[in-house]
């Protein structure tokens, strides 16, 4: 079974290693995840998956259905659900907990985390692409931080339209991302808290997905 848990970044601390090299990290609060429902090939849902549950949430702050649902498992609402696919049947049952000992046991050193990167709002092409800007002389007014032309390549029978894809300005950030290997450095039972060493998408506070590193072990 994949070792993966729902979880939330806290923020940065370091730890020193027994050579006393100082290693800064990001610790996680991982768990404990609820199982709310088990997916399988056999079933009507088709796939193999297990639905989590992180972080209890006041009923009032709910919805109906998703109290129902959260009941059939044996617990309350959750604030944070999230599925992990599977390729091989789930062995877990609704109402089983998660905590940080899958990773102990399954003795990964490395981990996938995915989470929500920070919003930046409105941005133009130099804050968002990287472009370098219109030149800083030469005639050039109140242009300097303009994408310059848009229409390129209508001259090779793609037509006068903007082209799918065309990078221009817009919102920057508030999307989903992925850091994959990134090393998991100590993990404490007695506080679900995962310490890994790299980025991790989002702010403090903000809800992230652990799992166990697809690439590396």
Known sequence: MVAALLGKKIGMTRVYTEDGVCVPVTVI?????????VKKTDSPDGYNAVQLGFEDVKPHRSTLPLIGHAGRAGTGPKRFISEIRMQDAPAAAAGDVWTVDLFTE????????????????YAGVMKRHGFGG???????????????????????GLGRCVKKGKRMAGQLGNARRTVKNQELVRVDKDNNLLLVRGSIPGPNGGYVIVRQAKTRS
């Open 106 to 121: 399954a003795k990964t050193r490395f981990v996938d985390v995915i989470g929500t990167t920070k919003g930046r709002g």
């Open 29 to 37: 609060q991982a768990g404990p995840c609820s199982v709310l429902q």
């Open 134 to 156: 219109q030149p800083g002389s030469h005639g050039t007014e109140r242009k300097h931080r303009s994408p310059g032309g848009i229409g390129g390549m209508a001259g090779r």
